[in-house]
């Protein structure tokens, strides 16, 4: 099942390539670096997270 892909495609992403993915969470906003347009971190509803990089991964459930 899709379910089941998801979860080994997920732990081998976490495991290989340090990628923490965090569901049930809303996203308020990007952090900026100085002078750039880099963002350097992530606001939610839980606080912030600073990244190196982030992936905006969207899907059909997505309100427009």
């Known amino acids: 099942n899709s379910a089941g892909i998801r979860h080994v495609d997920d732990a081998l992403l976490q495991h290989c ?4 993915i965090i569901e049930g969470v ?3 906003g990007l952090r900026r670096g100085n002078g750039t347009q880099a963002v350097t971190g992530v606001q939610t509803s839980v606080g912030e997270i600073a990244c190196d990089e982030v992936v905006v991964g969207l899907g059909p459930w997505v309100n427009t």
Do not use: A, L, P, Q
């Open 26 to 28: 809303t996203v308020t």
């Open 17 to 20: 390539m340090g990628v923490e």
